[in-house]
C-alpha cells in the first residue's frame, strides 16, 4: 500500500540511479561490531548430526534436577488481563479527533514528569563481573525445580528449570532476493509475574553501520505476533535508541508458560561490499533481562548461490567468543546454528554470512525512488509543499501586479471606505462620512443653528446597518432622540468612532479573504496533503494530530510577530512572543518527524503569513479598488455642476468630504436644504 501511494504521488519525478549504501547491523549500545575477516576462499564444513544427538545435548545440563508438578503451570492457553491504563484507553475510544490529539499531547508534555515504569524483561545496564558470575553458578547446579513443558518444534515434553526465563528461543531467518529479510522467531517463556510481567518485548536494531561507521535507518514491517496461537496486538516503536517490539496495549501477564511467535520483514539489513553482500544480526538483541537456555536460528538465503562466509559469536560485548556454536547444513540453501551453552543476561548472539554480489537483484528505479522517499518522506512531502506554496505565490503576485487573473468581487463602498482608500487613514472625517451616510439613509437629521449642531434620530429601523454600526449608533443617541454636538458629548462620538472604525477593518478583511480564498486554499491544501502523506509514511494517526496542533502554534506565533502596533515596547514583546511561540511549536514538531521535514513546514508558514501581509497591502489586491477610487474622484469633478443643484447632493457629499473636494465642489446654492457638508465640516472643527 505505501508503494502504491507513493508511486501515485511522486510518479513524474526522476531520480537518478545512485550507489547503495554500504551498511552494517548492529545494536551499538550493546554490542561492539567485529571487524569483517576476509572471504575465506575454503568450503564451508557444517557438523553433521541427527534430531536425537541435538536434543541430547540441549538435555545434557539438565540432568541434576527436581522435578516439580507440572499441573501447577498453565501451558496451554494464555492468561492476559488489560492493565488500568489501558482499560482506561478502551473506555475513552469514542473520544472525538481532536478530544484525542489534546489528550495524546497533554500525555507527551508531562511524560518527562511522570515517567512510565520501565518493562522489567528489558535492560540496558552493563553487567558486572559479580552477577556474571552468579547466574553462571545459578544455572550450572540449579537448586531450583523444574517442570515438563511442550517445547517446540515436535512438541516433546522436556524438563526445564521452574525459574522466569526463556527455555526455548528459535528463529528462522529468511533472505529474500529483493535484499529485504524476513524473521519468523518462536519464544518459549515462562513468566511468574515478575520480569514478564507486562508480557514479552523484542529489542530490535534502529540503525545498521558499515565498516567505516556509515549509518542508515533500518525499516520494519510488522507481520503478526501470538501467543499460544492467539493473536496479539503489537507496535514497534522507538524506545532508548533502539526499536523495540511491544505490546499495543499495557496487560498483565499471568503466571504460566507461553510460547511466543513474531513475524516482521526487515528492509536495508543486508551490506553491499560491492565484491559480496553480507548479513549481520544480533539474534537476540542483548537486552533481554533473562536467561535463554536454548538458542538457535537458521536462514535460507536465494537459491543457486554458495555461502562464501559464515560466523558466529556469543557472549559479552567485549568478551565475544567463536566457539560456542555449532553450524548444521539442513539443506542446499539453508544453514543452522545451535548453541552448546545458554545465553545470560547481556550476552548477545551474533551471525555473519557473506553471499556472492549477485544472489541481490540490484535495486530497479522504483525501487531506488522508494527507497529514497521511504527514509527522508517526510523532508521530501515537506520541500514539495514548500516549493509549490512558493512558486504559486510568485505566480499569483505578478498576476495582480499586472491586474490579472483576479476576479473582482463587489465592495460596497460608503465615504468611510472610499476616505481609507484613498487617504489610508480613519480620522474625524471618516466619522463625518458615517453621520452623511445616515443621513443619506434617512435615519437621522442634521440640524445648524447659530452655533449649535444637533442630530435627530429619525427612526428605529435600522435592520439595514451592520451590527457595528448599530452600535456606534447606539453610543452616539442611547435612549434619546435627539444628541447636542458639542465638547461635552465627545466621548460618545469617539466611542461611536471605534466601532465604525472596526465595521471598516472587519469589511477590507472579508474582501482580502475573498480575494485570498484561492490562493490561501491551494496553500492550505499543500501543508494537508504533505501532513497526511508523512502521517501515512510514519502509520501513526496520533502523527496528523501532533502536526496539525503544532502547525496551528506556527500560524499563531507567525501572526503575533506579524501584528500592527504603533508603539515601540508593545510591538517588541509581540514579535519576540510570536518568534518564541513558532520556534517552540516547530520543536514540537521536530519530536515527531525529522527537524528538517519540521523546519520546512515552518518556513512554509511564514511565506503564507508574509503574502498574505503584501497581499492586504495598498499595492496589493487593494490596488483594484483604489483604481476604482480614483475613477470615482474623477467622475465627481467631471459632474460638478450636476451635483450641486437639488437632492442630488444628498447621494454625493459623503465622498466629497472622504475625497476631501469640498473646496473645489462647494454648493452653488448655500439654500440647498439637502446639503449638510458645511454642516458636518463644522461638527468636525468642534469635535477636533
Known amino acids: 500500500m505505501n508503494k502504491l501511494f507513493l508511486a501515485f504521488c511522486f510518479s513524474f519525478l526522476c531520480i537518478n540511479s545512485v550507489s547503495a549504501g554500504v551498511k552494517e547491523i548492529l545494536d551499538s549500545r550493546m554490542v561492539p561490531q567485529p571487524k569483517p575477516q576476509p572471504i575465506s576462499t575454503e568450503p564451508i564444513k557444517p557438523k553433521e548430526m541427527t534430531a536425537t544427538e541435538l536434543a541430547l545435548m540441549l538435555k545434557e545440563r539438565l540432568d541434576k534436577v527436581v522435578i516439580q508438578d507440572p499441573d501447577q503451570v498453565k501451558n496451554n492457553s494464555i492468561f492476559i488481563e488489560p492493565s488500568d491504563e489501558t482499560k482506561k484507553k478502551q473506555q475513552n475510544n469514542e473520544k472525538?479527533?481532536?478530544?484525542?490529539?489534546?489528550?495524546?499531547?497533554?500525555?507527551?508534555?508531562?511524560?518527562?514528569?511522570?515517567?512510565?515504569?520501565?518493562?522489567?524483561?528489558?535492560?540496558?545496564?552493563?553487567?558486572?563481573?559479580?552477577?556474571?558470575?552468579?547466574?553462571?553458578?545459578?544455572?550450572?547446579?540449579?537448586?531450583?525445580?523444574?517442570?515438563?513443558?511442550?517445547?517446540?518444534?515436535?512438541?516433546?515434553?522436556?524438563?526445564?528449570?521452574?525459574?522466569?526465563?526463556?527455555?526455548?528461543?528459535?528463529?528462522?531467518?529468511?533472505?529474500?532476493?529483493?535484499?529485504?529479510?524476513?524473521?519468523?522467531?518462536?519464544?518459549?517463556?515462562?513468566?511468574?509475574?515478575?520480569?514478564?510481567?507486562?508480557?514479552?518485548?523484542?529489542?530490535?536494531?534502529?540503525?545498521?553501520?558499515?565498516?567505516?561507521?556509515?549509518?542508515?535507518?533500518?525499516?520494519?514491517?510488522?507481520?503478526?505476533?501470538?501467543?499460544?496461537?492467539?493473536?496479539?496486538?503489537?507496535?514497534?516503536?522507538?524506545?532508548?535508541?533502539?526499536?523495540?517490539?511491544?505490546?499495543?496495549?499495557?496487560?498483565?501477564?499471568?503466571?504460566?508458560?507461553?510460547?511466543?511467535?513474531?513475524?516482521?520483514?526487515?528492509?536495508?539489513?543486508?551490506?553491499?561490499?560491492?565484491?559480496?553482500?553480507?548479513?549481520?544480526?544480533?539474534?537476540?538483541?542483548?537486552?533481554?533481562?533473562?536467561?535463554?537456555?536454548?538458542?538457535?536460528?537458521?536462514?535460507?538465503?536465494?537459491?543457486?548461490?554458495?555461502?562464501?562466509?559464515?560466523?558466529?559469536?556469543?557472549?559479552?560485548?567485549?568478551?565475544?567468543?567463536?566457539?560456542?556454536?555449532?553450524?548444521?547444513?539442513?539443506?542446499?540453501?539453508?544453514?543452522?546454528?545451535?548453541?552448546?551453552?545458554?545465553?545470560?543476561?547481556?550476552?548477545?548472539?551474533?551471525?555473519?554470512?557473506?553471499?556472492?554480489?549477485?544472489?541481490?537483484?540490484?535495486?530497479?528505479?522504483?525501487?531506488?525512488?522508494?527507497?529514497?522517499?521511504?527514509?527522508?518522506?517526510?523532508?521530501?512531502?515537506?520541500?514539495?509543499?514548500?516549493?509549490?506554496?512558493?512558486?504559486?505565490?510568485?505566480?499569483?503576485?505578478?498576476?495582480?501586479?499586472?491586474?490579472?487573473?483576479?476576479?473582482?468581487?463587489?465592495?460596497?463602498?460608503?465615504?468611510?471606505?472610499?476616505?481609507f482608500l484613498d487617504k489610508n487613514r480613519f480620522d474625524m472625517a471618516s466619522l463625518g462620512c458615517f453621520l452623511l451616510e445616515l443621513y443619506k439613509k434617512n435615519i437621522i437629521d442634521i440640524q445648524q443653528s447659530e452655533q449649535t449642531i444637533l442630530l435627530i434620530k429619525r427612526t428605529d429601523n435600522i435592520k439595514n446597518l451592520s451590527s457595528n454600526e448599530q452600535k456606534a449608533l447606539m453610543h452616539l443617541f442611547g435612549n434619546d432622540a435627539v444628541l447636542n454636538a458639542s465638547k461635552q458629548n465627545f466621548l460618545k462620538f469617539k466611542r461611536a468612532a471605534k466601532f465604525i472604525e472596526k465595521e471598516l477593518k472587519s469589511r477590507l478583511r472579508t474582501y482580502l479573504l475573498k480575494m485570498n480564498a484561492g490562493y490561501l486554499f491551494f496553500s492550505m491544501l499543500m501543508l494537508v496533503f504533505a501532513e497526511l502523506s508523512i502521517a501515512f509514511l510514519y502509520g501513526n494517526f496520533s502523527t496528523l494530530g501532533y502536526m496539525f496542533l503544532a502547525t496551528l502554534g506556527m500560524f499563531f506565533g507567525c501572526m503575533l510577530f506579524n501584528y500592527k502596533v504603533q508603539k515601540f515596547y508593545p510591538k517588541i514583546i509581540l514579535k519576540t512572543l510570536g518568534s518564541v511561540f513558532a520556534l517552540l511549536s516547530m520543536l514540537m514538531m521536530s519530536g515527531i518527524i525529522n527537524p528538517l521535514a519540521a523546519l520546512l513546514i515552518l518556513f512554509a508558514v511564514i511565506i503564507i503569513e508574509f503574502y498574505m501581509d503584501i497581499y492586504s497591502r495598498r499595492s496589493g489586491l487593494l490596488q483594484i479598488q483604489i483604481n476604482e477610487i480614483k475613477n470615482l474622484k474623477l467622475q465627481l469633478l467631471q459632474q460638478r455642476s450636476h451635483l450641486m443643484l437639488g437632492k442630488g447632493i444628498v447621494n454625493q457629499q459623503e465622498f466629497i468630504l472622504a475625497f476631501e473636494l469640498y473646496d473645489e465642489l462647494k454648493p452653488t446654492d448655500n439654500s440647498n436644504e439637502y446639503c449638510k457638508l458645511g454642516t458636518v465640516l463644522n461638527l468636525i472643527k468642534l469635535l477636533s
Open 96 to 419: 472525538g479527533f481532536f478530544e484525542q490529539i489534546y489528550d495524546n499531547a497533554m500525555q507527551r508534555a508531562t511524560s518527562s514528569q511522570e515517567a512510565s515504569a520501565p518493562r522489567k524483561d528489558i535492560s540496558f545496564q552493563p553487567q558486572t563481573a559479580e552477577s556474571i558470575q552468579q547466574q553462571k553458578q545459578e544455572w550450572s547446579a540449579p537448586d531450583f525445580p523444574v517442570i515438563n513443558v511442550m517445547l517446540p518444534p515436535n512438541n516433546i515434553s522436556e524438563l526445564v528449570p521452574a525459574k522466569e526465563h526463556i527455555p526455548y528461543f528459535m528463529s528462522e531467518i529468511q533472505i529474500l532476493t529483493n535484499g529485504m529479510i524476513k524473521f519468523d522467531e518462536t519464544i518459549v517463556v515462562i513468566a511468574n509475574g515478575d520480569k514478564l510481567r507486562n508480557g514479552l518485548s523484542k529489542p530490535l536494531p534502529r540503525v545498521i553501520r558499515d565498516k567505516n561507521g556509515n549509518e542508515q535507518l533500518l525499516e520494519y514491517s510488522l507481520l503478526s505476533v501470538s501467543a499460544n496461537n492467539q493473536p496479539l496486538d503489537y507496535k514497534i516503536v522507538d524506545q532508548d535508541g533502539l526499536k523495540m517490539l511491544i505490546p499495543e496495549g499495557e496487560y498483565f501477564l499471568q503466571p504460566g508458560v507461553y510460547t511466543y511467535k513474531l513475524s516482521y520483514l526487515v528492509n536495508n539489513a543486508l551490506l553491499d561490499y560491492k565484491d559480496f553482500r553480507e548479513f549481520y544480526w544480533n539474534i537476540t538483541g542483548s537486552a533481554w533481562n533473562l536467561v535463554i537456555s536454548k538458542i538457535a536460528a537458521k536462514i535460507t538465503y536465494p537459491a543457486g548461490f554458495p555461502v562464501l562466509r559464515t560466523n558466529v559469536y556469543t557472549g559479552y560485548p567485549d568478551q565475544l567468543n567463536l566457539d560456542e556454536a555449532l553450524l548444521v547444513d539442513e539443506s542446499a540453501d539453508t544453514l543452522g546454528y545451535v548453541l552448546t551453552r545458554p545465553l545470560f543476561v547481556g550476552e548477545g548472539f551474533h551471525i555473519i554470512m557473506s553471499l556472492p554480489e549477485d544472489s541481490i537483484i540490484p535495486l530497479g528505479g522504483f525501487d531506488k525512488m522508494f527507497n529514497f522517499i521511504s527514509k527522508n518522506g517526510d523532508v521530501v512531502f515537506s520541500l514539495l509543499a514548500l516549493s509549490s506554496i512558493l512558486i504559486s505565490f510568485i505566480i499569483s503576485l505578478r498576476y495582480i501586479r499586472k491586474n490579472k487573473g483576479v476576479m473582482k468581487m463587489s465592495l460596497r463602498k460608503n465615504g468611510v471606505l472610499v476616505r
